[in-house]
């Protein structure tokens, strides 16, 4: 295991809802990165958290945000939900930002939007 | 053209045969590479990174050809345990952004 934890595992909500997604880095790593993986598609990144502050974000809209904590935990937060919300959304933590750092995936929150 | 492209396959191969996937990338200033294995509906789990022309782990190798912008991952005696989607990561230089390809997916039959 990658020591990365994610809560809630599943979860539904119906559009124009907000919902919080949490992650719980691997020890000692202090930046974390968020993804959205739709069936069938690989992991679209939607940021990365180091050290408390956004470190890079792709092309996903300003209602897709987050939170990285002092414990290096992190929160992705999405407001007024759309169908097309529903995916996978993964957490990765690595040891520090920089594209040559390896990043460890925690097992995931399905959501499902109604 | 995709920053990174895989062929999504369903590679269907014998136990004890040997197979091996092509990635392309687009983006020349890429340094680093990954191999990410995933099993349906799991998270992606890290297979083998890639910092120079290749590297070799048991049964996997993975090589780097930056002329042409691609890597290989090459298995050999495969297993039924193979069957999962393998996911190529080009991370974009400079920015942090790990790119995913969108898989390929290895079956492996008895």
């Known amino acids: 295991e990658t020591g990365v934890t994610q809560s809630p595992t599943h979860l539904i909500k119906t559009r124009g809802q907000q919902v919080t997604l949490r992650c719980s880095s691997q020890s000692g790593h202090n930046t974390v990165s968020w993804y959205q993986q739709a069936l069938g598609q690989g992991p679209q990144f939607i940021f990365q958290y180091y050290r408390e502050e956004e470190n890079g974000r792709g092309n996903f809209p300003p209602r897709f945000s987050g939170l990285q904590f002092p414990n290096y935990s992190s929160e992705l937060n999405v407001n007024a939900l759309e169908l097309d919300d529903s995916a996978l959304y993964l957490c990765a933590s690595s040891l520090a930002r920089g594209s040559y750092n390896e990043q460890f995936f925690g097992p995931g929150t399905r959501l499902t939007v109604l | 053209r995709k920053e990174v492209e895989q062929d999504p396959g369903p590679f269907n191969v014998p136990e004890g045969a040997t197979v091996a996937f092509n990635c392309t990338y687009s983006n020349s200033a890429s340094q680093s590479f990954f191999w990410y294995r995933q099993d349906c509906r799991k998270e992606p789990k890290l297979l083998m990174s890639?910092?120079?022309s290749g590297n070799e782990d048991g049964r996997f190798t993975a090589q780097l050809n930056r002329a042409s912008q691609y890597i290989s991952l090459l298995i050999r005696d495969s297993k039924l345990s193979d069957s999962a989607t393998y996911l190529c990561v080009a991370p974009t230089s400079g920015t942090y952004k790990y790119i995913f390809g969108t898989g390929t997916r290895l079956k492996v039959l008895a």
């Open positions: 890639v910092y120079s």
